[in-house]
């Protein structure tokens, strides 16, 4: 254990999902000084990842590392005194499976593998027969068969983090919003603790950054390069009246490989949000140095209402997507959009442990747009590696320095592309 004492300090950078798990599970074990700060007056963070009105939650992976973690935490999403309402268990269909991208077969291998209740749609009337007689689906489940996993379904996002933020709270932990970090401090050749905006600093036995998409522009002289990529998904929502939304709520979460695209059934406020899980989009800046270029977030916080606008071209990929799910639907306005900012590593394994050679500075990051879902049980895994209990396998699978071997095959091998903010879309192009 890197962390001698557990009443020594810890400070932990990033209230979101990485961060407040990571609180949590550390509180559970004993630690006594525990502080979590975020750079947003307001939490959860109106413009993070794990801030939005639903996240997906599947076991569905080609990796049986995270069907298994996945199922450990829909276990734990189903204890509603603890999470309420917070999980909906809809059901996810999987499709998308090709030679070239096999991620949905291997993904159904590992749901079987783990008695995952599953039901093999290996036609296009097995596809329909999944929606409500009254919902008209289009031909995307001719051309991209799969199946339906009725053990997972989603989660209401920034509910989840609040309640695992007040539970962090009563366990005596302290969340303090609008702390906004510049940098680290060194002594000795460790860190000791953090600078923050205001001139101030806080000293700490241990830092954790769990900072997520500003996690590379916060901290240039890391040099997390690749590792943690800033990239920008575009999502979009259309809001439906009660009489519209009926039909669509008993639906299952879409989620097809091949085309990259995913929607949800209707959330309590009728919003149904679809998005596109791609490579997406950076955003290059300078954080903070002229010699260190990184991609770093524009969003409502940092650019107002006009840090919510996508690219044209994805929003029209978006309604062609939608048209071929629900073509009933395809033609509505869209009422808003956003760019959710992940923070990418090339291999899609997150980044968690310690900074070579610094036992004062920990990594927990690099979610690749599949964190949320393991909101109740990622900390663990953070708080094993802090203590450096972790099993050697996976403390390597996450290794802050590790080489990354293979890539991210949930979401192709096209590279993300420059944002040109003079394509982003416009009020016009919310219209059908």
Known sequence: MVVSCKHESVIVVGAGCFGISTAYHLLQRGFTDVTVIDRSETLPAPDAASTDINKVVRTSYSDIFYTRLARDAIEEWKKTEEWGDTYRESGVLVSGSSDERPYASKAYINDLTLGVRTVKLDSG???????????????????????????????????????????????????????????????????????????????????????????????????????????????????????????????????????????????????????????????????????????????????????????????????????????????????????????????????????????????????????????PVIGRIIADAIEGTLDPVIAQKFATDRKHLTFDQSRGLLRPLDLATEQLCLPEDLLP
């Open 125 to 375: 009337d097995a596809a329909r027969a999944v929606f409500p007689a009254n919902v008209k689906t289009g031909i995307s489940f001719e051309r991209s068969l799969g199946y339906l996993n009725l053990d997972s379904g989603w989660a209401l996002a920034a509910q989840g983090v609040e309640k695992l933020m007040a539970r962090v709270i009563t366990l005596g932990g302290k969340v303090v919003s609008g702390m906004a970090v510049v940098g680290l401090m060194r002594e000795d050749g460790r860190t000791s603790g953090v600078r923050l905006a205001d001139g101030s600093s806080i000293s700490a036995r241990l830092v954790v950054i769990a900072s997520g998409s500003w996690t590379a522009s916060t901290f240039p002289e890391l040099n997390l390069g690749e590792s943690c990529l800033s990239t920008g998904q575009t999502i979009a929502h259309i809001k439906l009246t009660e009489v519209e939304a009926a039909p669509y709520r008993n639906v299952p979460v879409v989620l097809d490989f091949q085309s990259n695209f995913y929607v949800f059934p209707p959330n309590d406020d009728n919003i149904i949000k679809f998005g596109l899980h791609n490579s997406g989009v950076v955003h290059y800046t300078h954080g903070g140095t002229e010699k260190k270029i990184v991609s770093t977030p524009r969003t409502v916080s940092s650019h107002g209402d006009d840090g919510l606008r996508v690219p044209q071209s994805s929003l029209k990929r978006l309604r062609s997507s939608l048209r071929d799910v629900y073509p009933d639907l395809a033609d509505k306005a869209f009422t808003s959009t956003r760019l959710c900012w992940y923070t990418d590593s090339p291999d899609g394994d997150w980044v968690i442990g310690y900074y070579p050679s610094d036992t004062g500075l920990f990594l927990a990051t690099s979610g690749s747009g599949h964190a949320y879902k393991f909101l």
